[in-house]
């Protein structure tokens, strides 16, 4: 009986748009059903829908995906994912953006060597672009701040009665529950924003 045929896409928060892995699926005949898609990130392989297509592989099924980052961007699990899914199971799998990786072709020794070596240049350098990338949010985010951009939600504007509340609480007319509740704070919030309000004084 001939194997059933699946197609697996993965977008992360920087590759929002899907479009052309469904297109890749499409060109090469992959049913709409038999498409697992993931809109998270690649650092590992904790995704529901990738768990999901696991699970329904059968030995002898043919896995699409487009390339080997859309399969994951940590160098060792891709290599175990690889084992897991050709050896494993086995599934034959075809990555559509590199030729070199379909299982299908090359089953002796030296086409299954040549395979490896490509499934391991590529797996690293897809956890390399990954952790450029990081490195590059790292030095964006460093930069920013060096120019004094912040980061976070921007702070609450004080009350309009805060300052006269501050004074009254300050000349001890009333007390900090008194003022926070002047305020509609917490006691801790009303204190803190007190002591920053004098700091600038």
Known sequence: ??????????VSSIDQNEDRQFLAMKNVNVPRKQIFVDKISGKDFNRPQYKKL???????????ILSI?????????????????????????????????????????MG??????VLQILSFAAQSER?????RQQEGIAAARA??????????PLPENFYEIHRAWRNKKITLRQAAE????????FYGKAQKFENTL
């Not at 952790?131 to 490195?135: S, T, Y």
């Open 1 to 10: 009986m001939e194997g059933r045929i699946f197609g697996y896409i993965r």
């Open 54 to 64: 696991v699970r329904k592989l059968k030995e002898g099924d043919l896995l699409y």
């Open 69 to 109: 980052d859309r399969l994951g961007r940590n160098y060792e699990e891709i290599q175990n994912q690889w084992r897991i899914l050709t050896k494993g199971i086995g599934v034959d799998i075809c990555v559509i953006d590199m030729p070199l990786l379909d299982t299908r072709n090359g089953k002796d020794l």
């Open 112 to 117: 299954t060597f040549i395979a490896d070596i």
């Open 131 to 135: 952790e450029n990338i990081k490195k």
């Open 147 to 156: 120019k004094g951009v912040k980061f976070g939600r921007p702070p609450i």
């Open 182 to 189: 002047a305020c509609g704070m917490p006691m801790g919030t």
